[in-house]
Antibody, heavy 122, light 107 residues
């Protein structure tokens, strides 16, 4: 299983961020599979951003949801995250990751991409 | 949304020490609690899921305990490679959330 994030490194305030997660080793058509985005501002803690699952159900961080969109293209094994109206506090390393369950009801993130640093600055 | 609070924010310890990190949820999350380890410049690594189940390949010196709102991660006998930042994460709600992290530093 591998995941890789791609997208712009530098954006200006009010612009829109589009990140692509390209993955291999699993399919988002398979039951129980999910891809999630997590971000980490420099020197700060992890913050969950969004999640999409095999049934195309989508979940968003409450504080960001008015600016967020997540989608999948299962034919390309890609998940796309869009964050609109950027401001400098959105500067962070953005990770995409796979989430699954242990076959029961317990879910966890077991594979992560290397992350991509996105800087928002005028 | 479920808030996760970790303590302490940082601690200093020596190789061989036993350390315990605490994570508290703002509401009951049963046993839906995971722990991750992150070293500088790297992606987090899953250590423990479902409160106490070690991910494959994780050394047995790591252990987790708890249920409801209170959880702990214990490292019994710190090794040099254990100096890192540790995060708890709840998966009880599909709106996931992480704790603020605990940095384990060398004394």
């Amino acid at each position: 299983v591998t995941l890789r994030e791609s997208g712009p490194a530098l954006l200006k305030p009010t612009q829109t961020l589009t990140l692509t997660c390209t993955f291999s080793g699993f399919s988002l058509n398979t039951s129980d599979m999910r891809v999630t985005w997590i971000r980490q501002p420099p020197g700060k803690a992890l913050e969950w951003v969004a999640l999409i699952d095999w049934e195309d159900d989508k979940y968003y961080n409450t504080s960001l949801k008015t600016r967020l969109s997540i989608s999948k293209d299962t034919s390309k094994n890609q998940v796309v995250l869009t964050l609109t109206n950027l401001n400098p506090v959105d500067t962070a390393t953005y990770f995409c990751a796979r989430m699954r369950s242990n076959g029961a009801s317990f879910t966890f993130v077991d594979y992560w991409g290397q992350g991509t640093l996105v800087t928002v600055s005028s | 949304d479920i808030q996760m609070t970790q303590s302490p924010a940082s601690l200093s310890a020596s190789v061989g020490d036993r350390v315990t990190i605490t994570c508290r949820a703002s509401q009951s999350i049963s046993r839906h609690l995971n722990w991750y380890q992150q070293t500088p410049g790297k992606a987090p690594k899953l250590l423990i899921y479902a409160t106490s189940t070690l991910q494959s390949g994780v050394p047995s010196r790591f252990s987790g305990f708890g249920s409801g709102t209170d959880f702990t991660l214990t490292i019994s006998g710190l090794e040099p490679e254990d100096f890192a930042t540790y995060y708890c994460q709840q998966s009880y709600s599909t709106l996931l959330s992480f704790g603020g992290g605990t940095k384990v530093e060398i004394k």
